[in-house]
């Protein structure tokens, strides 16, 4: 994610939920959630990641429903602080989603 929230990359995994809007949906380069519940956690999350200048930025976890699994997904939002330069100083957090049911590793 960069400061503004938008999506950056992804990998192909995380593209596949993101394409299937299977529980992460891509809404003109913004990451939502499908309930609004679970969208208003996912905003906040992302602000406390990526907070105004001069605020403390904060990592966070939620889980998030899926249309295509029983299994919730687990979304760990993390701030990256200082520009890193592998970034290119274009990302401000990771989001980490991890699936439960399946035994893949963490790409």
């Not at 960069?2 to 939920?17: L, M």
């Amino acid at each position: 994610m960069d400061r503004r929230g938008r999506i950056v990359a992804a990998n192909d995994r995380a593209r596949g939920f993101l394409e299937e809007r299977d529980g992460l949906g891509d809404d003109g380069g913004l990451l939502s959630a499908p309930l609004p519940v679970e969208n208003a956690e996912l905003s906040r999350l992302l602000a406390n990641a990526l907070p105004s200048s001069g605020v403390q930025s904060h990592a966070g976890s939620m889980l998030v429903t899926r249309s295509l699994s029983p299994t919730p997904l687990v979304l760990r939002v993390n701030p990256v602080g200082e520009p890193r330069p592998e970034f290119r100083g274009r990302v401000a957090a990771l989001v980490l989603v991890v699936d439960p049911a399946t035994h893949h590793r963490v790409d």
